[in-house]
């Protein structure tokens, strides 16, 4: 049974830190888009 729990812990922490990754890369391309539209304009 404890063999089950910490399988079942395991994924979940997985599936966690595989959402947090997704969170981060989509904070990160939301920053390069706004960063690469901030240049685009002052070079206008």
């Known amino acids: ?3 089950l729990a910490a399988r ?9 830190a595989e959402s947090n990754l ?3 890369y989509d904070e990160l ?8 539209q901030y240049n685009n304009a ?3």
């Open 1 to 3: 049974m404890q063999v």
């Open 8 to 16: 079942a812990t395991a994924e979940l922490q997985r599936q966690e």
């Open 22 to 24: 997704h969170q981060a």
């Open 29 to 36: 391309e939301n920053r390069v888009k706004y960063a690469a």
């Open 42 to 44: 002052r070079l206008s």
